[in-house]
């Protein structure tokens, strides 16, 4: 039954999520100092009255099960903690920044995927040709070269030699557009960010998909569809992309912690005012809270994706659906 | 008694596997280039600091000098007028350290999680597995950045944060092949005949599952790289040993006014990663005989 498939999915979903919010507790314990001061931060600004009103809130004083249980508690009740380098409650600074980079995120993903397929589809056509070969040169350098280099290159390059799109930021405060400008305003700023980004994956997709669509199209169902006098376009589009097309589906889903990590990168790069650039400036001022509600509710946003992902691919694939 | 030479010398010997690997991995120009390349790098930091003696934390000439300026320092220099070209040569051995030590933490882990897990089943596979998509769900870099500034960037911190977060993959990939090889009779014909399960693991199993992870163990040490990389540009990196991502982080601010301070090092990272990279698709080739025609 489909149904107590989703909720069994639903609730080891909760447990996941319980076990990140443990392993957060465990790390800010772990940690050499006080916990208080950890909770704190070591900017110094935490007065004794300070820190004796975080071991209260936090239970420090009690035992590690009393401890772990109030935090749980405090997270349940959507109580990240309190950022003192911010001054504000954890997590609606990341709620101001999480829609940035779920922007630059599906984005970048999206790009990687259609334009990936695209080409992959092209060098599967001749595998030895040109697009094919520079398919496997592309991808190969895709890989190896660091994100965010990736990123300062393409910002040497259009700081001062093509000046086309903007390398910092995600919008112009200097300009009163409106909505609908505001809208391009973004957009044209989100080019190079979700370009880099995309790029690291559309290397890897565009060679996942030649992989696959070469298995595919020696298969003995697509021998029969030619051999019946289905068009080529149709033998293509229809029958084999469809099926060279699941894999990367689940491959992204798999992946999108990764995607992630790497928009932090990007998203310092170009300044974008996303969760990435929140963590690196969190970093540097020891504002653990921060960085620990971030790693919590990047782990969330994986958790939701991976849930999606299985979930879609159930419904996309009877095989799956009757099995179990 | 007298040897009978049963074996007919007419035909053809079989080869070694080894062998066998050696010569489609030789007869493939990428994987070659990856393998020259690389040699060169490691090369360049072993024996460089020797002949090209400069010390990369001295100040050598004016800050932010452009490269073939001054015959000082040939390649510019940083931020702080340290000669880059002693940096370039001299940060290899830090980042290459970080990079295979990290590697050898994560297939470590990876093996030891993914060969239990994929011999034992049952319980002990469900156990590992959930412990393995619980570290999955933690975006790897956010939690890379989380353990390293939680206890001191040092190199063994670093290293030992990226092999903590970076082994789900290759247990995956142990427990996939473990799952396969356990069933095959050769495994089978061992159990029958005593052998202690220790003794099935990790001389009967781990042996014939070595192919697919050692290619992974070559791309793992760049991906270890990478991300040494990408901890260092965040400024997450041992402020006291020189290495190519300690001037990729102390020279990201000045990106605009000194191409070269980042472009540099992160070239060589990029060399080297495509290096392994291109070593490890080659042993791909090598070990797989099915994909070898694509």
């Known amino acids: 039954m489909l149904i107590w498939t989703v909720l069994r999915r639903l609730i080891y979903s909760i447990i996941l999520v319980v076990a990140v919010l443990v392993l957060n507790f465990l790390l800010i314990h772990l940690a050499p100092g006080d916990p208080a001061d950890v909770i704190a931060g070591e900017m110094g600004g935490a007065t004794e009255e300070v820190m004796a009103s975080i071991r209260k809130a936090y239970g420090l004083d009690q035992p590690l099960y009393v401890q772990l249980w109030v935090y749980l508690k405090n997270a349940a009740g959507g109580d990240l903690g309190q950022s003192f380098f911010y001054n504000a409650p954890v997590l609606d600074l990341i709620l101001s920044r999480v829609g940035a980079t779920l922007l630059l995120v599906f984005t970048a993903l999206g790009f990687a995927i259609v334009a990936g397929t695209a080409l992959g589809v092209i060098a599967s056509r001749k595998p030895t040709g040109i697009v094919s070969n520079?398919?496997?040169?592309?991808?190969?350098?895709?890989?190896?070269?660091?994100i965010f280099w990736t990123g300062i290159m393409l910002i040497i390059v259009f700081a001062s030699l093509i000046p086309l799109f903007p390398i910092s930021n995600m919008y112009d405060v200097t300009k009163d557009v409106g909505p609908v400008g505001y809208v391009f305003d973004v957009a044209h700023h989100l080019v190079l960010p979700a370009f880099t980004l995309g790029i690291v994956y559309l290397a890897q997709y565009s060679r996942l998909t030649r992989a696959s669509m070469l298995e595919v199209l020696g298969s003995d169902y697509?021998?029969?569809?030619?051999?019946?006098?289905?068009?080529?376009?149709?033998?293509?589009?229809?029958?084999?992309?469809?099926?060279?097309?699941?894999?990367i589906i689940t491959i992204a889903g798999l992946q999108f912690g990764g995607i992630v990590s790497g928009a932090v990168l990007v998203e310092t790069v170009f300044n974008w005012p996303g969760l990435g650039t929140l963590a690196f400036d969190s970093i540097l001022a020891r504002d653990y809270p921060?960085?620990?509600?971030?790693?919590?509710?990047?782990?969330v946003i994986v958790i939701i994706a991976n849930l999606i992902t299985d979930l879609l691919y159930r419904v996309a694939d009877p095989r799956i659906r009757m099995a179990k | 008694m007298t040897v009978i030479e049963t074996r007919d010398e007419s035909l053809p010997r079989a080869e070694h596997p080894a062998a066998e690997a050696w010569r489609i991995f030789r007869s493939r120009p990428a994987a070659l280039f990856g393998l020259l390349l690389l040699g060169i790098i490691v090369l360049i930091s072993l024996l460089g600091p020797y002949i090209y003696a400069v010390d990369p934390f001295e100040i050598v000439w004016a800050p932010l000098t452009p490269p073939f300026e001054t015959e000082t320092a040939i390649l510019g220099t940083d931020n702080l007028g340290r000669d880059m070209l002693a940096g370039l040569i001299v940060g290899g051995r830090a980042t290459l350290l970080v990079g295979i030590t990290a590697a050898l933490i994560t297939i470590i882990i990876g093996i030891l999680v993914g060969a239990l897990a994929g011999y034992y089943l049952g319980w002990v596979d469900d156990v590992f597995m959930r412990i393995t998509e619980f570290f999955q769900v933690l975006p790897p870099l956010l939690f890379a950045m989380v353990l390293v500034t939680l206890f001191t960037p040092s190199l063994p911190v670093v290293a030992i944060s990226i092999g903590v977060v970076s082994w789900p993959a290759t247990a995956r990939l142990a427990r996939a092949e473990f799952m396969r090889i356990r069933?095959?009779?050769?495994?089978?014909?061992?159990?029958?005949?005593?052998?202690?399960?220790g003794r099935l693991i990790w001389r009967v199993i781990l042996p014939n599952a070595l192919a697919p992870l050692i290619?992974?163990?070559?791309?793992?040490?760049?991906?270890?790289?990478?991300?040494?990389?990408?901890?260092?540009?965040?400024?997450l990196s041992d402020p006291n040993t020189m290495s190519w991502g300690l001037?990729?982080?102390?020279?990201?601010?000045?990106?605009?006014?000194?191409?070269?301070?980042?472009?540099?090092?992160?070239a060589m990272i990029f060399l080297t990663v495509l290096g392994v990279s291109l070593i490890g698709d080659g042993l791909n080739d090598a070990f797989n005989p099915k994909l070898r025609e694509r």
């Open chain 1, 222 to 247: 697509i021998r029969t569809a030619r051999a019946k006098g289905v068009s080529e376009r149709k033998v293509y589009g229809r029958h084999a992309l469809r099926n060279a097309v699941l894999p």
């Open chain 1, 134 to 146: 520079l398919v496997t040169v592309l991808s190969v350098i895709g890989y190896s070269a660091p």
């Open chain 2, 183 to 197: 069933g095959l009779e050769y495994v089978s014909a061992g159990r029958s005949i005593g052998a202690r399960d």
């Open chain 2, 247 to 266: 001037m990729i982080g102390s020279g990201r601010q000045y990106i605009l006014d000194a191409w070269w301070v980042v472009t540099l090092p992160g």
């Open chain 1, 290 to 299: 921060t960085i620990l509600g971030i790693l919590f509710f990047s782990a």
């Open chain 2, 215 to 235: 290619v992974s163990a070559t791309l793992t040490i760049g991906v270890a790289i990478l991300f040494e990389a990408g901890l260092s540009f965040l400024g």
